[in-house]
Structures are given as structure tokens and as C-alpha cells.
């Protein structure tokens, strides 16, 4: 029924009620008192009762669209985006795994990538005694500035000068953070907004994609070539680049492969961001982890022009990722970063600031630690690297590529010639299983096809997990036929056998 006939039925009704209640109201008699009958309900009753409803009504429904509009039927608890869309590639690949060691065989783990885990690499006594210095001053208990303690940022920026050879690093340039790895988190979010892309390496560490990908920041893969040493395909690179890309990543050295990226390689990097106007993230975590006959350069060390953010911290060289001590070092000559900076010292209120006790030890371990000290981790790497590349380049169905740095090295695996495994992801579950031997897929580097080992075994635990992969592999080739076979190891040539 319309309204507007609705209403005037309404008020037709309430007319003759009226008329009704003044005809039955109560009279007077003669004498002036009221007749002796039971009052009829008048107007002004009718009228309170009315409104009455009304407003009963009105806050009946205020409270039905309260609990529709704010309200829950039951639990409904969910998980931010962000968390959701966080993931750790490696942690989902070997959490897949169906992994049961070979009981008769010592489990070798050559897979984490933690020096400390075998208790060969130790931290220097030096470092050790500054961490106790720091704890017992009773100097350090307290918070620091979000960027870190000046005297901390100082010791960094002197112990860096290598990354600016023609002017001092200045204090206000060194941002200290927990860890390398915050570290990388606060540059690619500092430089990168939803929507954009960020160019990383391929094979890579897998955190570049964990930090990015819950922030709607895209993530490009440039390739390395592993025939080339795993310098970057240029051609390629520079494809990917649009009007959305915020930075170029470059990790050197670098994890997985172990390159170390030479001084004209670098400039072509450099160049190729100067003419599209990017800025570079360096993680630099290993830039003190080189074998002989390598050097490396800092890549803030070749440009004035391209603003450089360098990644680097105490894990890897001083042996103590738990420590949680990096920093980054900003490079920007010509101030092109812009509110970059401000947004980057920004983040460092997050979780204000780092480990105190850390920091404070930080001059003295900077300073005091011996270059022998160092030189010997270098020893141990090189050593068992050599000596992986010796054995593995013997094995059939196997490519080791000699690293130059870091400390893992990356193993190709001709995957057709193992036919009894679907990809580098069974091979890996598979020698586990059988030799008790546990390395990690190329998968878990964007990269399938190889496999990663870690270097910083005892040398002995090294050449016993050769030898298993040798065994394991001597096993699972699928063997070519007997002319094929001599040609490869060089015993006949193609010529003689009419090919």
C-alpha cells in the first residue's frame, strides 16, 4: 500500500476515535459531580502511547543495523594479506620432501647455510672478548638512536671506506639494522612501492622474493649464466625494465652461484641503469669472502652517478649470524635518492633499532679482529671447494661450477641422464634417502636443474660427501651406448666412427 494512503488512513481512523472518546467522556450531573463510570482512555493517553512505540521501533531497528554493520555471527578471525603472501621458497620445497636417512650412513647436511652449524668456523677470540667488554660496561643496556649508536656507525663507516675510495663515508650515511637481511627488507621498501617491480637475480637467494612478494612488489627475474661464470644476460636484463621497476638487486658475491663479478661486468651493470635511471640494492654480505686469483669490488666503488644501497654485516666474515648485526651504507653523490633516505631511516623505528650489546662491541671487533684470522676462513672454503670441484667434475651426470667466492657452489645436474627422478627436487629427496647426503635443489633458487652445496663442512665431511654423490650417481646414470661413451671421454672421435 502506498505511504501517502497508508497515512491517510491513519489519520481517518484516529479522527473517529476522537469523536468516539469525546461523545463516551465522562458527564456531569445535576449536581456537578462526575457520573460514577470507569474513564474512557482521552487523547492526551493515546498520544504518549503512540510515541511510545514509535520510538521503541526506531531504537529496535538502530540495533539491527549496529549489529549488520559492526557486528559478527561467530569467529571469523583472518590473516593480513601481508602474512599471507609471505613465504619462504626453500622452507616449502624441503618441507615437501619425503625424507627418511639412510640409518647405516651419518646424516651429512650440506644444505644450511649457517658456518657455525659444524663447529670448525669459530668467531675470533677477538670478537668474543668485545661482546664481554660491551656487556660489562653496563654502557649498552639501554636503547640507542633507531639508526644506531654513533660511535657503532662511525666504527662502520670507517671500516667500509673501501666503497667510497674518493671521499670518507659520513656517520649519518650508515643506517644499522638487525641483520642483513632487515637490512635488505628496509631498502626494497624504502625504494619500492605496490604495483612496482624489483629486478633480482635468477639463480638467487630466496629471500628477495619472501621480502617482496607480500607487498604487492613484483619481482623480475635477470638471469646468470653459469657458462660464463654466472655473469648477468645484459640483453636480457635490460628487457624487463618499464616505467614501474624501482631498483636493480645485485648480490656479489654471490649466493648461490659463489661468483665474484669483475670490475667490467659490474660497469655494464652500472651503465645499464644509469640510462634508465635506477637505483642499485648491492648486497655486499660476502664481499670479503674471496678465493685467490678473485677480487672484488665494491659497486659504489665505480659509480657517482647511479645512487647505491650497500647491504653488508657482521654474519658471514666475523662467523656470528645470530648475532643479527648488519647495516646498509648510502651512496648517493648526487642526492637522486630524494625522500628515498627519509623514508629508508624511517623504517629503522620499526622495531627501534637494533641489538645494543652488539653495537657497542662493534668498534672493537671492527678494529681488532687480525686479517689471519680471516685469512684462515678463507683457506677452509678454498680448500674444500677445490676439492668438491676435483671429485664432483669426475662424476658423470654432474657439472660443478668452481666458485669464486662465498662459500657454496652450484652442480648441474643432467637430469635426463637419471631417468628414475622426475627433476632436481627428487634427485635431492632420493640421495638423502639412499646416502644420507642432503644438498638443495636448484628449485629453491628460482633455477632447477642443479643442486647447491654449502662449503663450510670439515674438510673430511667434504670428500665423504663426494664420494656418496659419486656412489649415488654411478648408481642412477642411464649409461649411453658404447661408441657414444668413448667419444665423450675422448678415447675415439667422430671422424673414426663415421659420424
Avoid at 617482496?212 to 646468470?224: C, F, M, Q, T
Avoid at 641422464?417 to 638423502?432: G, I, M, S, W
Wanted: net charge negative.
Amino acid at each position: 500500500m502506498p505511504s501517502s494512503v497508508a497515512k491517510e488512513g491513519y489519520q481517518f481512523q484516529r479522527a473517529n476515535s476522537r469523536n468516539q472518546q469525546s461523545s463516551s467522556c465522562p458527564s456531569r450531573s445535576a449536581s456537578g459531580s462526575p457520573a460514577a463510570v470507569t474513564p474512557p482512555i482521552c487523547d492526551d493517553v493515546v498520544d504518549e502511547a503512540l510515541a511510545e512505540l514509535q520510538l521503541q521501533s526506531q531504537q529496535q531497528k538502530q540495533k539491527q543495523m549496529i549489529h549488520s554493520v559492526k557486528g559478527r555471527s561467530g569467529w571469523q578471525i583472518k590473516s593480513s594479506k601481508l602474512a599471507f603472501n609471505t613465504h619462504n621458497r626453500i622452507r616449502n620445497i624441503v618441507e615437501s620432501l619425503k625424507i627418511k636417512p639412510n640409518p647405516e650412513k651419518p646424516m651429512i647436511p650440506l644444505s644450511i647455510g649457517d658456518p657455525t652449524t659444524f663447529g670448525n668456523l669459530k668467531a675470533a677470540d677477538e670478537t668474543m672478548k668485545a661482546v664481554l667488554h660491551s656487556l660489562e660496561s653496563g654502557k649498552f643496556n639501554g636503547y640507542a638512536h633507531t639508526q644506531g649508536h654513533e660511535a657503532s656507525r662511525q666504527a662502520v663507516a670507517q671500516y667500509s671506506a673501501h666503497q667510497r675510495p674518493e671521499g670518507a663515508i659520513e656517520t649519518s650515511d650508515v643506517v644499522l639494522c638487525s641483520g642483513c637481511s632487515s637490512a635488505l627488507e628496509y631498502c626494497i621498501l624504502a625504494l619500492a612501492d605496490r604495483g612496482q617491480n624489483v629486478l633480482i637475480p635468477r639463480p638467487g637467494f630466496c629471500l628477495y622474493h619472501t621480502l617482496a612478494e607480500g607487498l604487492d612488489i613484483e619481482v623480475r627475474y635477470y638471469d646468470l649464466l653459469p657458462d660464463q661464470q654466472w655473469r648477468a644476460d645484459l640483453v636480457q636484463l635490460e628487457g624487463l625494465i618499464d616505467e614501474n621497476t624501482a631498483a636493480l638487486l645485485i648480490n656479489n658475491p654471490s649466493n648461490p652461484c659463489g661468483s665474484v663479478f669483475d670490475e667490467k661486468h659490474l660497469r655494464q651493470l652500472i651503465d645499464i641503469c644509469e640510462r634508465h635511471y635506477l637505483p642499485i640494492i648491492a648486497d655486499e654480505i660476502y664481499e670479503h669472502f674471496v678465493f685467490p686469483g678473485s677480487k672484488h669490488l665494491a659497486v659504489s666503488s665505480l659509480t657517482r652517478e647511479v645512487p647505491v644501497l650497500s647491504c653488508g654485516g657482521l654474519t658471514k666474515r666475523f662467523l656470528v649470524p645470530g648475532w643479527r648485526m648488519g647495516w646498509i651504507i648510502v651512496h648517493d653523490r648526487k642526492q637522486r635518492l630524494g625522500n628515498a633516505v627519509i623514508g629508508l631511516k624511517n623504517m629503522c623505528g620499526r622495531i627501534l633499532g637494533s641489538n645494543t650489546i652488539i653495537q657497542g662491541a662493534l668498534p672493537e671487533i671492527l678494529a681488532k679482529t687480525p686479517q689471519s684470522y680471516f685469512d684462515g676462513v678463507i683457506q677452509v672454503l678454498y680448500s674444500n671447494a677445490s676439492l668438491a670441484y676435483k671429485m664432483l667434475k669426475q662424476v658423470r651426470g654432474l657439472n660443478p661450477v668452481m666458485p669464486n667466492g662465498a662459500m657454496y657452489m652450484m652442480i648441474g645436474v643432467s637430469i635426463e641422464r637419471f631417468p628414475a627422478f622426475k627433476d632436481d627436487t627428487h634427485f635431492v629427496q632420493e640421495l638423502v634417502n639412499e646416502q644420507s647426503v642432503f644438498c638443495l635443489p636448484g628449485s629453491c633458487f628460482e633455477y632447477p636443474g642443479y643442486v647447491r652445496i654449502v662449503l663450510t663442512v670439515p674438510l673430511a665431511m667434504i670428500e665423504e660427501a663426494c664420494v656418496r654423490i659419486a656412489e649415488f650417481c654411478e648408481r642412477h646414470y642411464k649409461k649411453e651406448d658404447s661408441s657414444r661413451s668413448f667419444i665423450e671421454h675422448g678415447l675415439l672421435d667422430e671422424e673414426e666412427l663415421g659420424f
